[in-house]
């Protein structure tokens, strides 16, 4: 491959969401995980974002649906409360994303999270947004999409049982 010639940002996100599924799915790299899942999904709603007034008012990233729905349930009372309010859901939303990529301040040296469980989170809301535009574009099948819900429906097993 050519360094120099130009790559879509779309190839680009698909690879990153490639990559984060193998190797959650790896089961040994959840950081790396949530870092390459979180930059897929960034990208992918923004092509969402984009393809707006394309795709019918449901076809929203997944991230929004999300916060809609915390809205929806929080009913702030006033526009200041919703700015507030939408604010604190996406920083909860990302917080584990951001956190391993950026270090802020001589005292942040560690994370305390579930490294599974949010790279879980975060590559299942890049998914989400992957099938928004695999509905509504020409997008290559990702196996590894496929793969990846496969383990999610046997954990989910796994956790009922």
Known sequence: MNSTAPTPKLAVALELLERAIELYLRGDSYYSSLHLGG??????????????DEL?????????HLKDAFLAFKA????RERVAAEKWIH?????AKNTVKHKRGKRDLTVSFDAKEEAFDVVD??????????????LPWMPCVEQFDQA??????????
Do not use: C, G, W
């Open 152 to 161: 999610r429906r046997r954990e989910y097993r796994a956790d009922e049982a």
């Open 56 to 64: 019918p008012a449901t076809a929203k990233p997944a991230s929004d």
């Open 91 to 95: 920083d909860r939303m990302f917080e």
């Open 76 to 79: 702030p009372s006033s526009p």
């Open 39 to 52: 930059a897929a999904e960034e990208v992918l709603a923004i092509y969402i974002r984009d393809l707006s």
């Open 125 to 138: 809301l890049a998914v989400s947004n992957y099938f928004v535009l695999f509905s509504h574009m020409q």
